[in-house]
């Protein structure tokens, strides 16, 4: 009679919870069917190998070390929760029904880990308090956490009660089982308080920890859809369904209708509505963004929190508001520097950055931008640079060379050089394009550049969401690239890098593009420049877009240790970098709101470092950026901001040695 | 209430004013034009009377050169209709002919207001608005920062003076008002936007003879000579300082401790 | 041939310098043309405020509606003696009342206009008129045509000329009313300093780039001391109080040094400075007009001169 009724119970809540997480999964779903297409079945094996690293391995996740464990736990405790179910549910509409006593033993073990990783996830929370947590739904948190934790102690609970309660049910006589060990302890507790004797408080206990566990587990499923935890079941999917086309391109190539304005939910694709509700609102993502560092009121985590929060308002019937400048203020979206650190650090691979420049998009439709970075971007339509300065003065830079740069548009080059706005037209970073120069020359390089036609990549203009203009300004390079006749490119510009590689590919440029850094280690391993040892200690930077976006972690790397060069890495560095905080048109655009510059965070990393001297750059707006930031921290008695070209130059003794920045 | 925004294009100053030295004669096909700062201005207060309160704005221009550009990215910031006025044309039409044939179209229309740039970098032989006003008879007010609807017909402006005084003036429409600057800085328009607008609504097309009236037989442009030039200060910014801080010293400009 | 006519324009503090200067022009002129001179003036007091003008005659317009400056009633009032007196040339300053009076009545009237006009040249009894136009970068030399016209000038194109004359005067009356309604007039709201009453104004332009920047300028005008003064994009961009503008719509300053920092000199800026005692112009583009009106000039980076200059200053 009982076991009848608890049969009926289990297919009641069964179905119950079913219908309920299909009712509130379903909206979701069609929301996602309303969103625009990407394609991302495609290379399965690779995706799969990648999903395994991701989730059994927790490569990401354990990269902050405490949550990555904690997590560790209490997700192998919910692979582990299905052998507990089929065990209990067994034992109920198959009288007799085990599992076997090695997973009985592994279901006890998980569950301790679980129950530990639970405590040590409360004392996070409510000890710890890390920053990145501000803004996330701290009930929702705790009310899994409770949850799991009711599981946990159901499990155990008519695990302990099983061995007298069977009798009584089921009309079986299982043994006592030590190997299920928590229960074992916990049946031994009943027996020596003679609670076991009762049939009643048997039955009883039984039935409860029955309800609290399987009961639980169906009332989480249909708690999930509307949780943040609902990355129980879309963190798989999602990680599998992750980005593979270039890891640098912003956008995927647009039909020609269309633009990347992201006005509603459905001007996003479908990975990135699913990405909104795989958020577990972690706020890795918030820890490593310089804008949040800086004190702007951006978090890439509240981004994705405001879009989903939006979405669920509308499918609620709620009216719908302008995604960009409502859900979204403008002022988060303006600050981004387009870093991708979030996109770093997200341990579900959710892509916040295209959502940003997509929702800026939006804005700029509406003529809503900063008014500084309005004045670049017409000053690119018109000119084809950030500077405002007319087309004929680009190559003005090489003027004072000995040996003029050959001109690619008139005679066949080996090397192309794509040099970028900064590196031709700001006066400090001129310098340094002509020592590059020199140093081409001097290991016998046949290179030359576009001259007057060459303008900016576009890089920036695409980020900060004039696909249109990104468009005029790659087809104007394209044509002159065309036209002219090389066997390579390479460019001193990690923005426009990142452009010729990734983002020139969706209108049909596929050659190889190489940075200095790794074009300059090409010409030392070919003998053709031969770097004396500097013995100096440096710290090494690693630009945005040439290391995260483009993974050149090396080549600058190896470079330095050529030239004899002690590289000492900053506590972020490699993927981990941090921001200048230039990027994505931010070193246009006014600071409002920016109480400590990302820049002079990086600065004052920097001068953490004992007996360095040296922040050695590869990309010239961190010049700019650096060189300011060093002044204003008051770190130039300690700190020299100084290009890898000219230690290059130095080491092959082209320049006077570097200056000696600092007595430490 | 009908508000009509005269737009014409300009040298690009940022490249290079291509002059024949010899001649004296600008060669207007060499350069490269942008559209007058000081029109989008009179635009962009245009649109924020459109916002304010639902003005109807018709960007005009008259076919000197590519004008379509100007006039879509007029449609694309929120004006709702354009016209473009062609005829024998080119760059080197002067603010008078311009001026003429503007008048021409407007008195046939139906405008209750005209806006346009109180200046232009080229105007040699007088600025549009007044040219316009003084064709159409209509009253005139340059250097206006501010115009805003009142009741019965009637426009607010706010117009500057040097020196900072600043008038509010009132006047009953039909009028033409110079503006040097908007409300608020211009808004941007995406090129996105541009393309998307110049593919789905078509630019009306007005057709005009060439226009009368005084011409000057023979305009030679120079550049100045630089008669006063500045001595330049040579040497790296610590090199500038210290000698700007000599200069300061030789004038006795240093402040005594 | 007719007279040359004065349109007069007068402040608080009585006529204009570019008034006066375009006097001394037209009586140089008058005299090799063999013409005379008139001017006009509006609002009360003109007949008083004009009677020593160094011209032949004046007429003054003095009735109600003259009251305050309304661009349309004088219009009116210069339409009608401009028909009447069929003046040769017809000289008006290129202030607001010269934007406002010079090409509406060129286009009422029919007489062509020569606008921004820095300097009237005379040979063999044809005038050239000399115009500042592509801010600044070329100069337009205009024959003015044998039936004359009209000429918007530039202050600052002459040397004023002295009020010693002692001309016939005659006042005008007549319906030259608007539809136009001034409605009252704001004086400038005295800002927390008077940049017309500094010695020493550091200067900033376009070059500030942006509002962060411009603590940058205070440290170095404290340094110097001295106050910050802008030109006009940095009012526009609400950077800086209206207070602070140097130039045609702004205040004209007559500092022992003005220091310019990344402005480009366009003329209605150089308009409000050019009298400073000693220009130092800091721009990047050698080549701009600022350069033209300063006595020393550098093309270093404004942003790093600044802290530097400061830095020399205050360790004095």
Request: proline residues 5%; negative net charge.
């Amino acid at each position: 009679m009982a076991r009848d009724l608890l049969m009926a119970l289990t297919i009641a809540l069964l179905l119950g919870a079913a219908a309920f997480f299909a009712a509130r999964m379903l909206p979701l779903v069609r929301v996602m069917r309303r969103a625009r297409p990407t394609s991302r079945l495609d290379h399965w094996p690779r995706r799969l190998g990648f999903m395994a690293g991701q989730v059994l391995a927790h490569k990401r996740l354990l990269q902050m070390k405490m949550s990555g464990v904690l997590h560790f736990f209490i997700f192998s405790g919910f692979v582990i929760l299905f052998i507990d179910i089929v065990d209990a549910v067994g034992q109920v509409f198959a009288p007799g029904f085990n599992i076997g006593p090695a997973l009985d033993c592994v279901v006890d073990i998980f569950v301790a880990l679980v129950l530990i990783g639970i405590v040590l996830a409360v004392y996070q929370r409510a000890v710890l308090k890390p920053e990145r947590y501000h803004g996330s739904d701290e009930r929702d948190g705790y009310v899994i956490l409770g949850m799991i934790a009711v599981i946990m102690i159901g499990i155990i609970l008519h695990e302990s009660f099983y061995p007298f309660a069977a009798p009584l049910l089921f009309h079986v006589r299982p043994g006592l089982d030590p190997w299920g060990f928590l229960g074992y302890a916990l049946a031994r507790v009943w027996m020596a308080t003679g609670l076991a004797a009762h049939p009643a408080i048997a039955e009883t206990g039984y039935i409860t920890g029955y309800i609290l566990d399987i009961g639980m587990v169906f009332a989480f499923l249909a708690y999930l859809p509307t949780s943040k935890h609902l990355h129980i079941f879309l963190a798989v999917p999602s990680i599998f369904l992750h980005k593979t086309r270039p890891h640098g391109e912003l956008v995927e190539p647009l039909p020609p209708e269309e633009g990347m304005a992201i006005r509603s939910v459905a001007d996003m694709n479908w990975k990135d509505v699913m990405d909104l509700f795989t958020c577990t609102e972690c706020g890795r993502c918030q820890a490593v963004c310089p804008a949040h560092a800086s004190g702007q009121r951006l978090s890439p985590k509240m981004v994705i929190i405001e879009l989903r929060d939006a979405v669920r308002r509308e499918l609620a019937g709620e009216p719908p508001v302008p995604l960009a400048g409502g859900v979204v203020s403008a002022e988060e979206l303006w600050a981004c520097t387009t870093c991708g650190a979030c996109q770093e650090a997200c341990p579900v691979f959710i892509e916040h950055v295209p959502k940003i420049a997509g929702l800026r998009a939006a804005l700029l439709e509406d003529g809503e931008i900063d008014k500084s970075a309005q004045k670049v971007l017409v000053g690119w339509d018109r000119q084809g640079n950030s500077f405002g300065q007319p087309v004929r003065k680009r190559p003005a830079w090489a003027k004072g060379l000995d040996v003029p740069i050959k001109d690619a548009r008139k005679e066949p080059v080996d090397w192309l050089w794509f040099v970028g706005d900064f590196a031709s037209y700001e006066p400090r970073v001129q310098n340094l394009s002509r020592l590059v120069a020199r140093l081409l020359q001097q290991a016998g390089v046949d290179f030359g550049i576009l001259y007057e036609g060459e303008v900016n990549s576009g890089n920036d203009a695409l980020r900060m969401g004039e696909y249109g203009l990104f468009e005029t300004l790659a087809q104007k390079n394209l044509a002159m690239l065309e036209k002219a006749q090389f066997n390579q490119i390479f460019t001193t510009d990690p923005h426009s890098f990142n452009a010729l590689r990734n983002e020139y590919r969706k209108l049909g440029f596929e050659r190889p593009v190489r940075h200095y850094t790794q074009a300059f280690l090409d010409l030392i391993e070919e003998g053709k420049l031969n770097p004396s040892p500097l013995n100096l200690k440096v710290t090494y930077h690693d630009p945005c877009y040439l290391g995260r976006w483009n993974r050149v972690f090396d080549a600058p790397r190896q470079l330095l240790e050529r030239m004899g060069i002690e590289l000492v890495e900053m506590p972020r560095h490699g993927a981990n970098s941090f921001c200048c905080g230039a990027g994505g048109g931010r070193i246009w655009m006014e600071e409002n709101g920016v109480s400590d510059r990302p820049a002079n965070i990086r600065i004052r990393e920097a001068l953490s470092l004992e007996d360095v001297n040296y922040f050695v750059v590869a990309c010239p707006k961190d010049m700019s950026m650096f060189s300011a930031a060093v002044q204003s921290t008051n770190g130039e008695e300690r700190m020299k901001v100084i290009d890898v070209a000219e230690l290059l130059a130095q080491a092959v003794g082209l320049n006077e040695p570097v200056e000696t920045a600092a007595a430490t | 209430m009908r508000v009509a925004v005269l737009l014409k294009a300009v040298p690009d100053l940022v490249e290079e004013l291509v002059l024949d030295e010899e001649s004296g004669s600008l060669q207007y096909d060499e350069m490269s034009y942008v559209p007058s700062e000081w029109d989008d201005q009179a635009l962009e207060e245009a649109l924020i009377l459109k916002e304010e309160s639902g003005a109807q704005v018709t960007a005009i221009a008259v076919s000197t050169g590519d004008v379509d550009t100007m006039l879509f990215t007029a449609l694309a910031k929120g004006a709702d209709h354009v016209v473009k006025i062609t005829g024998d044309f080119d760059a080197s039409m002067s603010n008078w002919q311009q001026a003429r044939v503007l008048s021409d179209y407007v008195r046939e229309q139906d405008f209750d207001m005209v806006l346009s740039g109180v200046q232009a970098i080229d105007d040699v032989d007088g600025q549009i608005p007044g040219l316009v006003a003084g064709f159409l008879n209509w009253p005139h007010a340059s250097v206006v920062t501010e115009v805003r609807m009142g009741g019965d017909s009637k426009v607010l402006l706010r117009q500057e003076y040097s020196g900072g005084l600043v008038a509010e003036i009132e006047v009953e429409s039909p009028v033409v008002i110079g503006v040097q600057a908007a409300r608020k800085p211009p808004r941007y328009a995406s090129v996105a936007k541009v393309r998307q607008v110049a593919k789905s609504v078509a630019i009306e097309e007005v057709s005009a003879g060439a226009p009368a009236g005084p011409a000057f037989a023979d305009i030679q442009f120079v550049r100045p000579v630089a008669a006063g030039r500045a001595e330049m200060i040579e040497g790296d910014v610590d090199a500038v300082a210290d000698r700007i801080v000599q200069i300061l010293a030789d004038h006795n400009l240093l402040r005594r401790a | 041939m007719g007279p040359i006519l004065i349109v007069t324009e007068s402040t608080a503090s009585g006529i204009t310098d570019s008034t006066k200067e375009c006097v001394g022009k037209a009586k140089e002129l008058a005299k090799v043309l063999g013409t005379s001179t008139v001017a006009l003036g509006f609002g009360p007091g003109a007949v008083d405020r004009l009677r020593r003008l160094d011209v032949n005659k004046v007429i003054a317009a003095e009735d109600g509606e003259f009251a305050v400056y309304n661009p349309a009633v004088c219009e009116n009032a210069l339409v009608q003696v401009v028909a009447e007196t069929a003046p040769f040339l017809t000289m008006i300053p290129n202030t607001t009342m010269g934007l406002d009076l010079g090409a509406g009545l060129a286009g009422r009237n029919n007489i062509p206009l020569i606008a921004y006009c820095s300097d009237l040249q005379e040979q063999d009894g044809k005038i050239t008129a000399v115009s500042q136009v592509f801010a600044g970068k070329l100069l337009a030399r205009v024959p003015v045509p044998g039936d004359g016209a009209i000429v918007t000038v530039l202050p600052g194109s002459w040397p004023t000329g002295e009020e010693t004359g002692d001309p016939v005067v005659e006042t005008i009356s007549g319906d030259y009313s608007s539809r136009m309604r001034v409605i009252r007039v704001i004086e400038p709201e005295k800002g927390d300093v008077d940049i017309t009453k500094a010695d020493i104004l550091v200067s900033v332009g376009r070059g500030i780039e942006s509002p962060d920047n411009l603590p940058l300028a205070d440290e170095l005008a404290e340094a110097m001391g001295g106050v910050v003064s802008c030109s006009r994009p940095v009012v526009d961009a609400g950077w800086l109080p209206k207070a602070r503008q140097v130039g045609k719509s702004g205040q004209t300053v007559k500092p022992k040094l003005y220091l310019a920092c990344g402005i480009s000199g366009a003329p209605e800026h150089l308009q409000g400075m050019r009298d400073a005692d000693l220009i130092i112009a800091v721009n990047t583009d050698e080549e701009a007009s600022i350069m033209e009106a300063a006595h020393f000039g550098t093309t270093v980076d404004m942003l790093d001169l600044m802290p530097a200059l400061a830095e020399r200053l205050r360790g004095g």
